[in-house]
């Protein structure tokens, strides 16, 4: 079993659209999680960290659920410019673990 | 944020010769650099840890005689891929952490594209 999974997507929803994405981690000692954004042939770079009490940025909001070990990701009224692939990160004692990401495009 | 500049963002080498990526930090000091490595489609695949002065942490499954990294100073790592082979092609990324308010969120390179013909 993978450290961290994700649904490889793609999603594709029309702008405005609400989209959800998950991810499961495996490592019930894993002490900080975040999604990052990628873009094509870009680097990777921080969208948000999830607090357990859940934590809402903008139209971007992520929940941590400990008991499930799964972390989620909604955005809401989708830009086409969040058109990426949304990855999944956990941290252990020392490292991040990357999941595979999430395709998302936003259309017209 | 914090900057990290990663050079050169293409190459292009024969199959056999090495390339050299660095991986700079430009306005903090990095005391803790990563190289990742990511294929088509797939996720960042750890391969290293280095810290400043010391040997580089190799993860499982990565010739550390291979991928020669160099740590010397809080501002700079460099990757060095040693004969290379069209397998080695792929996208390497360094992320770097470290700063007098070290919160743990990792900065990110460019990232450097290989390609071995």
């Known amino acids: 079993r993978k450290e961290v999974e994700q649904d490889p997507g793609p999603f594709n929803v029309p702008e405005g659209a609400t989209v959800a994405f998950n991810c499961t981690y495996s490592n019930s000692a894993s002490q900080s999680f975040f999604w990052y954004r990628q873009d094509c042939r870009k680097e990777p770079k921080l969208l948000m960290s999830v607090y357990s009490s859940g934590n809402e940025d903008g139209r971007f909001t992520a929940q941590l659920n400990r008991a499930s070990q799964y972390i989620s990701l909604l955005i809401r009224d989708s830009k086409l410019s969040d058109s990426a692939t949304y990855l999944c990160?956990?941290?252990?004692?020392?490292?991040?673990?990357f999941g595979t990401g999430t395709r998302l495009l936003v259309s017209p | 944020g914090a900057v990290v500049s990663q050079h050169p963002s293409w190459v292009i080498c024969k199959s056999g010769t090495s390339v050299k990526i660095e991986c700079r930090s430009l306005?903090?000091?990095?005391?803790?650099m990563f190289w990742y490595r990511q294929f088509p489609k797939q996720s960042l695949m750890l391969m290293a840890t280095?810290?400043?002065?010391?040997?580089?942490?190799?993860e499982q499954g990565v010739e550390k005689d291979k991928f020669l990294i160099n740590h010397a100073s809080l501002t700079l790592s460099t990757l060095t891929v040693t004969s290379a082979h069209p397998e080695d092609s792929s996208f390497y990324i360094c992320?770097?952490?470290?700063?007098?308010?070290?919160?743990?969120?990792?900065?990110f390179g460019e990232g450097s594209r290989l390609t071995v013909l």
């Open positions: 306005d903090f000091q990095a005391t803790t």
């Open positions: 280095s810290n400043e002065g010391s040997k580089a942490t190799y």
């Open positions: 992320s770097a952490r470290g700063g007098t308010l070290d919160t743990g969120e990792l900065f």
């Open positions: 990160v956990v941290k252990g004692f020392q490292k991040l673990v």
